[in-house]
Nanobody, 124 residues
Framework: VQLVESGGGSVQAGVSLILSCAASGYTLQTAWFRQAPGKESVAVASISYIGPIIYYADDVKCRFTISRDNGNKNTVYLQMNSLKPEDTAMYYC????????????????????WGQGTQVTVSS
């Protein structure tokens, strides 16, 4: 399965961006991770194919929304509102063929497939 992210860019604080992740095949669980320069990759949000069941990191829960395209469920979006400079990072889409749960959705090693990333830069 190949994952291709798009939608990143350089924006001012307070605006919104929508990231897209297009998968070449089926993934039971799809997530967004982000990695800021010099820092580890951290999970942002994850969505299951069935349900869906959605998880968010605490620091984005009220501002970001993850969703699947109604017509093509292999496409996953990340709507990011009220962007802050601390949201600046490379954003990666990840997927796997197993259902993940509250205990492991945020663990990078649980995902088998990764995209190349899309850069989001937020200036104050």
């Amino acid at each position: 399965v190949q994952l291709v992210e798009s939608g990143g860019g350089s924006v001012q604080a307070g605006v919104s961006l929508i990231l897209s992740c297009a998968a070449s095949g089926y993934t039971l669980q799809t997530a967004w991770f982000r990695q800021a320069p010099g820092k580890e990759s951290v999970a942002v949000a994850s969505i299951s194919y069935i349900g869906p069941i959605i998880y968010y990191a605490d620091d984005v829960k009220c501002r970001f929304t993850i969703s699947r395209d109604n017509g093509n469920k292999n496409t996953v979006y990340l709507q990011m509102n009220s962007l802050k400079p601390e949201d600046t990072a490379m954003y990666y889409c990840a997927g796997n063929l197993r259902r993940l749960y509250d205990s492991n959705w945020a663990i990078p090693s649980e995902y088998n497939y990764w995209g190349q990333g899309t850069q989001v830069t937020v200036s104050s």
